[in-house]
Nanobody
């Protein structure tokens, strides 16, 4: 069973940067795709970025050019580098794992495994 543990959230001013990490335990060869999602209060959970084992990546339009997803396959750690942060990036951020290759970020229901989340707050 896959277990995911996020870290790295915090509070920053607009224009600042944060790097989120997600340590994954129990990944198998079938865990082809991992992603980052976020959920702000009163809003639906939305996909931010996804990465396949072969390092192909996908991003939501709202974060393209500002966020970078990466994965250390040797250590099973997923990262999300977030630059030029905006107040609208404020949300709980979650990492997730899927058991098939991603061709896009995909919706939350397509990711069976989830972490507990880490809070990101961006002030203006």
């Amino acid at each position: 069973q896959v277990q995911l543990v996020e870290s790295g959230g915090g509070s920053v001013q607009a224009g600042g940067s944060l790097r989120l990490s997600c340590a994954a335990f129990g990944l198998t060869y079938s865990t082809d795709c991992m992603g980052w999602f976020r959920q702000a209060p009163g809003k639906e959970r939305e996909g931010v970025a996804a990465i396949n084992t072969d390092s192909t990546t996908f991003y939501a339009d709202s974060v393209k050019g500002r966020f970078t997803i990466s994965k250390d396959n040797a250590k099973d750690i997923l990262y999300l580098q977030m630059n030029s942060l905006k107040p609208e990036d404020t949300a709980m951020y979650y990492c997730a794992a899927a058991y098939s290759r991603c061709g896009r970020v995909r919706g939350p229901s397509e990711y069976p495994a989830w972490g507990q989340g880490t809070q990101v707050t961006v002030s203006s």
